[in-house]
């Protein structure tokens, strides 16, 4: 298998290349530090599978997957990013790339990946098809904290943030008494008992 | 190998320095206002309802700069003057301009404070619009929030 890599930095095609070497039927016949040599190449070049990093300098992202595949619809474009997979595994699939791997578990996914997308199959990593059947699942499924009301929600942001009652009131324009009937009901609809549950949930659900 | 840590590291430093305008250069606008906007919910727990277009729109790096700042700008001051539990962000294209609105349920901006501009930093925003021929409009209603409706045209260069 003939595979172009671009990325940037050195230090990352260095270690592409090195795990790629270990794989007897890959070869990387090219590598590109920008979007713009990354173009000539798939031009210059025959290839099999592109790896390009989503963010070099001048053209990339998007725009270059799909340059890449309005030249060579066939041909499968494997995209790496250091960003999470929520912030742009979409918009990749969406622009004709094959499959998305965030740099962080690289190491692991590249060659599974590669001929995953070189056998015509799009690549999704476990978080990310996690996400997606997350987002598919039915609303009896939504998270506890949906079901606060937005001032409910702000409550109990600032109550998991270790803000007292009495500063919560004074921020809200609220009396303390209210405050803590929010509390309470708050509590209620997410299930908890005290502050520390609170906070809590608001980190595992990265609301804070 | 310690050459190759560093060099890794640097790497790094650079990415997350540029981070902030990489994720408008690379993601776009639309996506780029969708991070910001899940990031300020997390800052202040105030919620953002999204209402962004689904395909990716294709704006020049002006044009998505100024919208972007704008919108930094005006949830900022949602955060510091509104007293708001929840704000809506809606983003389209209308004829041939992108239309973007935040509305929020805080108290309300005053007639007074929407003529004295410089204090909110309206007029750094409608000085940011005035090249593309765009147009920036504030309303306000007393303890039912304020809206603001950011016009910028595609036409003009």
């Known amino acids: 298998m003939r595979i172009l890599i671009a990325d940037d930095h050195a230090v990352v095609r260095r270690g592409l290349k090195e795990i790629l070497a270990s794989e007897h039927d890959m070869d990387v016949v090219g590598e590109a530090k920008n979007g713009d040599e990354a173009l000539e190449l798939v031009r210059k070049l025959d290839w099999d599978v592109a790896v390009l990093d989503f963010s070099m300098p001048g053209r990339s992202g998007v725009e270059l997957i799909k340059e890449i595949k309005r030249r060579h619809p066939g041909r499968p474009v494997l995209v790496l990013s250091m960003l999470p997979e929520e912030a742009h595994a979409a918009q990749v699939f969406k622009a004709g790339g094959s499959g998305y791997i965030n740099k962080e578990s690289a190491g692991e996914e590249l060659t599974a990946a590669i001929r995953k997308v070189a056998n015509g199959g799009k690549y999704v990593s476990a978080s990310f098809a996690e996400k997606l059947a997350t987002d598919l699942a039915p609303d009896a499924e939504k998270p506890l904290h949906e079901s606060l009301s937005d001032r409910e929600y702000r409550v109990m942001w600032l109550l998991a943030s270790g803000k007292q009652i009495n500063h919560i009131a004074a921020e809200l324009f609220l009396s303390p008494s209210t405050i803590s009937t929010y509390r309470a009901r708050i509590l209620k609809k997410l299930k908890l008992t005290d502050n520390a549950a609170l906070v809590r949930y608001a980190v595992k659900q990265q609301l804070i | ?157």
Not at chain 2, 77 to 90: F, K, S
């Open chain 2, 1 to 157: 190998m310690f050459g190759l840590i560093d060099g890794t590291i640097q790497s790094v430093r650079k990415i997350a320095s540029r981070l902030r305008p990489e994720v408008l250069d690379q993601l776009g606008l639309t996506a780029a206002i969708g991070w910001h906007a899940g990031d300020f919910r997390k800052r202040t727990g105030i919620r953002c309802k999204l209402s962004l277009p689904s395909d990716t729109l294709i704006l020049d790096h002006e044009r998505s700069t100024a919208a972007f700042r704008i919108f930094q700008e005006l949830l900022t001051n949602v955060a510091r003057h509104a007293n708001a539990t929840r704000i809506d962000v809606a983003m389209r294209v209308d004829s041939g301009a992108l239309v973007l609105t935040v509305e929020d349920n805080g108290r309300g901006i005053a007639e007074s404070e929407i003529e004295d501009s410089k204090s909110l930093g309206l007029l750094g925003m409608r000085e940011r619009v005035l090249p593309f021929g765009g147009a920036i409009e504030i309303a306000g209603a007393r303890d039912k929030g304020t809206k603001v409706r950011v016009c910028i045209p595609f036409g003009l260069k």
